[in-house]
DNA sequence: CTGAATATATATCAAATGATATCTTTTGAT
DNA sequence: ATCAAAAGATATCATTTGATATATATTCAG
């Protein structure tokens, strides 16, 4: 019978953290393939991507993403808690500062201008960066597809941000708690932020812009904060 | 030399329309194929879609995609134009008055009625219908992907519409011109529709909605009139 | 009814791909 | 310096997948 032998150290694939000992080389080369992984499931998806290219673009050899990750599935679900960690480094202290403000009944008026702030970080984070946008497009395909990092991305990632915009709105319209239009809107207003993120080339080609400048990127914004002055 | 021999009758792979003769259970099968294709391309994407699958699903052995399509990138860009087709059915007369109407120098508030009966008969295909988001799907990855059939689609479908769209914006706001603004508000306005068309299953569960009944789909463009209302 | 045009079916091919068995090299604590 | 743990490298498998050569069946105009 030849049943499987538990791998020599590293991960088996629900890892959490790795287990007993680790050399730094070790732990660069495991950075690598998830960077590249990043890439290569944000561009092309889970089934799209292939091991071979990711492991080429990591400089490695391709048995060690099993080494590593255990399967391609173990990489991918990585790939999505490293994102959610990532989101979290670059949004967590507003979103807790905005979380806790609504918790103490701020007025509509400062309730807007956390919104604004919130969507203003995120749509900056979206349209200026270079790797967020590869972050986007992971998460926003696995909100479409539901595939095996459905769970992670949407209850960490992707509900609580919703909400926290939902909250926002609705106390920026002077209501007591979210109502189904406000949550309506705040999905609305998440979901037009694609159109520099995911979409962005084509919009850039729509609007004649060679690149997303900060002159460009600020116009952007300011269209985005009008809309959040409109609100209620 | 073994060069390639043409066809036997059907296509290519760049076809426009059949050429000579054609039998009537051939041209079933052949909408049988490109109903499947568009639904798997859709569902999964160029790379991910298989074939087999579409094959399968179409009730048609494998060959008869090269017959009629030429390749899978052929029977690609034949599901493209006829997603174009599927859109012009169902939008070009709503989409031919409001651009005669932008041509006859209407007031800002026919405008912004025209722009609501554009984006509302937009969304409510989106949103309600069970086989345009599948097209939209096709859409967005490819302005995403830009894939082989990037160009049809930018040119024949997403450029007009955002044109349109910007352009009843810019009237409702009052310029002569659309400037700059009301053309990131066009994007912005017809990427949130993503909200309830790709990411549908996530937004519905989100809200709690078991499904998107009449009702509900009010609701959504309820808010949607909303935020027309509110431009300018 | 007949036959050329049209359409379908069978059987493979070659390349790509995820996985892994096996061997060698490197690391770093002792 | 030694050695077990950790990491890397090579070679190879079994599937999947797009493509296609070839044979058979069907359609319908004359």
Same mark, same amino acid.
């Given at each position: 019978?030849?049943?499987?032998? #538990?791998?020599? %150290? ?7 953290? @790795? ?29 799209? #991507? ?27 679900? @990585? ?33 807007? #201008? ?13 349209? %200026? ?40 709105? %609705? ?14 809107? @705040?999905?609305?207003?998440?979901? %037009? ?40």
């Amino acid at each position: 019978m030849p049943s499987a032998e #538990a791998p020599r %150290s590293p991960k088996g694939a629900g890892d959490i953290a @790795a287990a007993p000992g680790g050399y730094r080389k070790g732990e660069e080369a495991r950075a690598r393939i998830l960077e590249a992984a990043m890439r290569s499931f944000g561009a092309s998806g889970f089934k799209a #991507a292939t091991t071979r290219q990711i492991a080429e673009d990591a400089n490695v050899n391709l048995p060690a993403l099993k080494y590593y990750f255990g399967s391609k599935e173990g990489l991918y679900l @990585a790939c999505a808690r490293e994102i959610v960690g990532r989101y979290e480094t670059r949004m967590l202290a507003l979103v807790t500062d905005a979380g806790a403000a609504l918790h103490a009944d701020i007025s509509p008026t400062d309730a807007r #201008a956390r919104l604004k702030a919130v969507i203003g970080t995120l749509a900056e984070l979206l349209v %200026s960066s270079t790797e967020a946008d590869i972050w986007t497009s992971f998460v926003l395909r696995e909100m479409a597809d539901q595939g095996p990092a459905f769970a992670i991305l949407y209850e960490q990632l992707w509900a609580p941000g919703v909400a926290l915009t939902a909250n926002l709105i %609705s106390r920026a319209m002077g209501e007591r708690a979210a109502s189904p239009a406000a949550r309506i809107h @705040a999905l609305l207003l998440i979901s %037009s932020l694609t159109a520099f993120s995911t979409a962005r080339p084509v919009a850039l080609k729509y609007l004649g812009w060679p690149d997303a400048s900060d002159t460009r990127f600020a116009s952007v914004r300011r269209v985005i904060d009008e809309q959040i002055d409109r609100i209620g």
